[in-house]
């Protein structure tokens, strides 16, 4: 490691130790290694330009095909559910739930489906696409956490009511969740004293938008991505690492003494 890598190391695990309402915000990168890809689309499975029944994956994982071919979106959504669930956790997921054990004002903001924070133990998480492994009635207030699709009929029905069921994550074409917009507004208003940027490129204005407010109201920024993205030439520091190899690091030099 160069010795200026070696000092943006040292300078954000002080940061970390310092803190007190750290927010995390994390991308398909922190995931890359349990396994999943960092990817295209929703799944990150999907590198070619169609799906075998020749659309678009973002066409095939859209709010506008469940609704008119449910059987083909099940598909694809299957699939990724299969991944995500012989995923498991990695160092980066349980170490910044360590941490919020240790900061109770400690947020995860998540772009990830895969439930990989939430398996790890964090409990301050904000899904902002959902979670692919839980399920909601079309019609009714019907929901069902699932430990993995295969016992389901797929398109599944609601229990309760007998209409469509559909996977609790944010297709194409839809809109963000309410409740989970609501969260992190509350999240912003109360000030984080710390921001991660991890594993994303920072496309979608949400996800960019506290690196920018830590710019504006003189909060460090701390961006851990081997590659370009939205952010990184406003974050205040920066680590070119994979995620789980950067929050090894920071936790070790924030906790010198284990």
């Given amino acids: ?36 890809p960092t990817y295209r689309g929703i799944g990150g499975l999907y590198n070619d330009n169609k799906t075998e029944e020749g659309f678009p994956i973002e066409e095939a994982l859209s709010g506008h095909m469940l609704a008119a071919r449910p059987e083909i979106t099940w598909r ?15 160092a980066a997921h349980r170490l910044i739930a360590a941490i919020e054990a240790e900061k109770s004002g400690t947020w995860v903001l998540t772009q990830n489906i895969d439930s990989l924070h939430r398996k790890a133990g964090s409990k301050n998480l904000i ?14 207030d019907w929901q069902c956490d699932v430990a993995g699709y295969d016992a389901l009929t797929l398109p599944p029905s609601c229990p309760a009511c007998g209409r469509p069921a ?23 208003d109360a000030g984080p004293d710390l921001v991660f940027s991890i594993g994303t490129t920072s496309v979608f204005p949400y996800i960019a938008h506290p690196v920018w407010w830590a710019r504006q109201n003189g909060v460090a920024a701390i961006e851990i991505n081997p590659g370009e993205t939205g952010v990184s030439d406003i974050a205040s520091h920066r680590l070119r690492m994979g995620a789980a190899d950067a929050l090894s690091a920071l936790w070790a030099r924030a906790h010198p003494e284990r």
């Fill in 166 to 188: 559909r996977p609790d994550v944010v297709l194409f074409g839809e809109m963000l969740p309410q409740a989970a917009l609501a969260q992190l507004a509350r999240v912003m």
């Fill in 76 to 90: 694809y959504i299957g699939q990724i559910e299969r991944n995500c669930r012989e995923a498991g956790p990695n």
């Fill in 1 to 36: 490691m160069s010795a200026s890598a070696e000092a943006v190391l040292e300078a954000a695990a002080a940061l970390l130790a310092r803190a007190k309402k750290p927010l995390f915000i994390t991308g398909a990168g922190i995931s890359a290694d349990s396994g999943l």
């Fill in 127 to 140: 899904e902002i696409h959902g979670t692919v492994h839980r399920l909601l009635c079309t019609r009714c």
